[in-house]
């Protein structure tokens, strides 16, 4: 029976798809479990060839199959990578939320949907997906009912918790796009997002959790939209028990929630709609907010996780990721939701009560797959084995790492002692960008090699390529060039928000006529991709992308300094540290702590604690060419200790400057 929270609406959609709840099933390959067949394809490898050189008829043939559409689509694709024109699945009509939720409410409503892994180990709660459908209607409603419209940007400010999950989706029922700010963000760096956003509306709960720690979102809340012109309302859930101060722009959202109805229509979104907003850091000082639309990302989230972690029903998924990220999107909710998964909502951190935390979480909630982040994984290698094997990890199939490059030594211990030597470890390279993940070792023939540390191979549509300096294409294996894709996908970025000149500047104009990724990439041999870094002024710090240009746009704010420059350095746990260059201001009389003090608290309240510097060097002076422009390539080589490979110095405007930061450089160590 259809069960009674879904509207007149979703079953008269339900009704027309079928009771597989799939338009158009085309047949399944016999080699690989629900991927379309097509003539003349007959394993693994060559469904991959065959989706980069008849790509329409594959994305075609999988969006028929894996997505829920209220009008079928005309136009698979309409790109143009020249113009940075991407768009899929055109004339298409469906819901998110619909394809997330109420099909899978359809053939299996106590399925459980979330597992929301609190902070307090051993307090987890699940959600079914029924009580996920109602839970979003209502919100979903309430939103409607304050004014909250089709097209509007919701900004959600919250733990990972199941009314994140709710605001997020409830947004995408009524056709809202969703604006994520991780909850570790500072008041003005969440003041920008709303403003960039023009949000009216911010949802957010009393209080956070983490590692046994509280932190005061609704006060951060409080702080930022007193600079955000845009915001009506803030809806508030309560997290915790201590009740905080309700201005008459706040709004309780549990109460209202309770008095709205259980069936929310959904809207009826085109393919291109915006699905939501994320800001991501890039090499200048301003975040830009990525935006994803409905079907083309949905879609991709849902192969990449179906195929690349081997997810089948049943399993539990557990991608310890906070929501406020892009894996968190993807592989926390849109991915596994669309695919009817049980996924895991993660809301602590890898130590807390002790290095034993996720083991005790893989035992417990029996995670089948576990997605995290090297930067952790790298952290608990060092409190010893013991920590992971006193906890029964048989459930575990697949390891995936993603982020940041995983190092041989953190590979092995992740395969060798958390698998048990006999899990898969995908090493998944992917970005804000890209939607899903784009490079990993599977899917790929059952047995096939998997390198440590090495993303591998192409997903599905993917056609990866390296450039050489010149902006050609680097053709032989065993080289390093630029990672640059061929070819449009249906998970890849629309625009940047207020700013498509931006994006095209960013993305495509460096090497026209394709995605340019902004990482580095050395291709085998064998034809296999590892990432080697960024090439712009990125970094990335415990798997946290910041721009160095956003941090000196901080330091510099203090009046203690005249200029900085910051550059990333090799950190044993952090994968990258935040290292910064200072020249203070003439007849500034400063001791080193207070300066680290000063600067570790603004970088802190205008970004996060994660961008905060590890090192302060002080400097007489920066070395710079003659037209003024930062060497920052001499910094980092005189960091990493490679003063043989300081390169072409004829350029500086005064080349001992190089020598005061080498001495400077030495004395810190
Ligand atoms: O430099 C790459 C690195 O993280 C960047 C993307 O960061 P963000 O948009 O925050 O997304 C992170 C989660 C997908 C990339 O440009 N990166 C991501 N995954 C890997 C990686 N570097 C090496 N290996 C990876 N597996």
């Given amino acids: 029976m259809w069960p009674c929270v879904v509207s007149s609406f979703s079953r008269r959609l339900v009704a027309s798809l079928g009771v597989c709840g799939r338009r158009k099933c085309c047949g399944t390959a016999a080699f690989m479990p629900e991927a379309p067949a097509f003539e003349g394809v007959r394993s693994r490898s060559e469904l991959r060839d065959f989706s ?70 051993g307090s987890e709660v699940k959600y079914t997906y029924r009580e996920l459908l109602e839970m979003t209607c209502r919100l979903g409603n309430v939103l409607r009912r304050r004014g909250v419209k089709r097209g509007d940007c919701v900004t959600i400010y919250m733990p990972t918790c199941p009314l994140a999950v709710a605001a997020m989706l409830a947004c995408a029922r009524i056709g809202a796009a969703h604006n994520v700010v991780f909850a570790g963000f500072s008041a003005d760096a969440l003041a920008e997002r709303i403003r960039d956003a023009e949000s009216n509306t911010v949802i957010t709960v009393n209080q956070g959790v983490r590692g046994g720690k509280f932190t005061e979102l609704k006060k951060t809340v409080d702080e930022a939209v007193q600079s955000c012109p845009s915001v009506q309302q803030v809806l508030v859930a309560m997290r915790t028990d201590t009740p905080v101060v309700m201005t008459a722009r706040d709004v309780a959202m549990e109460e209202e929630m309770l008095k709205e109805d259980v069936v929310c229509e959904p809207a009826v979104m085109n393919s291109e709609d915006v699905l939501f907003l994320l800001y991501t850091s890039g090499s200048t000082g301003k975040p830009k907010g990525i935006v994803h639309t409905q079907a083309g990302y949905l879609l991709y989230a849902a192969l990449t996780h179906r195929y690349v972690f081997s997810y089948h029903d049943g399993d539990v998924f557990g991608c310890v990721a906070d929501i406020g990220w892009i894996t968190g999107h993807s592989y926390t909710v849109y991915g596994p939701l669309a695919n009817g ?50 906890y029964d990890r048989s459930t575990l199939k697949t390891l995936g790492s993603v982020g940041e490059p995983i190092n041989t030594e953190a590979w092995e211990w992740y395969h060798r002692v958390v698998g048990d030597g006999r899990c898969p470890v995908v090493d998944t390279w992917w970005q804000t960008e890209t939607g899903g993940i784009c490079i990993a070792p599977r899917p790929s023939e059952p047995d096939a090699e998997i390198v440590p540390g090495m993303a591998m191979r192409p997903f599905f549509g993917i056609k990866p390529v390296l450039m050489d300096t010149e902006g050609k294409v680097l053709t032989s294996n065993n080289t390093s060039g630029a990672l640059c894709m061929a070819q ?21 104009q460096p ?153 400077g450089h030495n004395a810190i160590l």
Wanted: proline share 4%.
């Fill in 52 to 121: 980069v050189s008849d790509s329409e008829r594959f994305w075609a043939a999988v969006g028929n199959q894996r997505l829920s559409w209220i009008s079928p689509f005309h136009t698979v694709q309409d790109c143009d990578l020249t113009q940075g024109r991407i768009k899929w699945f055109e004339g298409g009509k469906l819901n998110v939320s619909v394809n997330c939720l109420d099909r899978h409410v359809h053939t299996s409503p106590d399925r459980v949907a979330l597992i929301w892994e609190r902070d307090e180990q």
């Fill in 341 to 390: 998964g049980t996924t895991v909502l993660f809301e602590s951190t890898p130590i807390y009560p002790d290095p034993g935390r996720y083991w005790n979480t893989v035992e417990r909630l029996k995670i089948n797959q576990f997605y995290g982040a090297p930067t952790a994984i790298r952290l608990l290698l060092k409190y010893g084995d013991h920590w992971v094997t006193k």
């Fill in 488 to 508: 449009p996908w249906p998970g890849m970025a629309r625009t940047i928000r207020n700013n498509h000149q931006r994006f095209i500047e960013t993305y495509y």
């Fill in 511 to 663: 090497y026209p006529g394709y995605f340019f990724t902004g990482d580095g990439a050395y291709r085998s041999a064998q034809g296999y991709y590892q990432i080697t870094g960024r090439l712009d002024d990125v970094i990335n710090v415990s798997g946290h992308r910041i721009g160095t240009a956003e941090i000196e746009d901080v330091v510099n704010q203090c009046s203690a300094v005249a200029e900085s420059a910051v550059i990333g350095f090799s950190h044993d746990i952090k994968g990258e540290g935040v290292y910064a260059f200072v020249v203070l201001k003439k007849n500034i009389d400063i001791k080193e702590d207070d300066l680290s003090r000063q600067l570790n608290k603004m970088v802190s309240k205008k970004i996060a604690k994660y961008a905060c510097p590890d090192v302060i060097q002080l400097a007489n002076r920066l070395p710079k060419t003659r037209s003024g422009k930062i060497m920052r390539r001499v910094l980092r080589k005189v960091v990493e200790r490679d003063l043989d490979g300081l390169g072409d110095l004829s350029t500086l405007d005064d080349p001992t400057a190089v020598q005061e930061i080498v001495e």
